[in-house]
């Protein structure tokens, strides 16, 4: 799945397109790489957001084309 399309079916980031942003701005790495929105997300991988001052980091845990709200947290856990 899309890096863009996991943060917004996550509810990570809340819509697509600013998912597609943030990733064309450098500020979403993964496994410690500055990414592009186009790469494929892999169970296993440790994604950092940079929001502002502060950062999340997150393990993905399980990848689903669509999820209801309380699914969304089981995609991922805060590290």
Known sequence: MRLDK???VSRLI???TVANE????G????NDKVVKA????KIGD???IGF???SV???VTAIMETSKKEEAKEMFKYI
């Open 6 to 8: 996991y943060l917004k």
């Open 27 to 30: 500020r979403v790495t993964v």
């Open 52 to 54: 502002g001052t502060r």
């Open 38 to 41: 186009s790469y494929d997300v």
């Open 14 to 16: 809340k819509r697509r």
């Open 22 to 25: 943030a990733c064309d701005a």
């Open 46 to 48: 440790i994604i950092e």
């Open 57 to 59: 980091r997150v393990e």
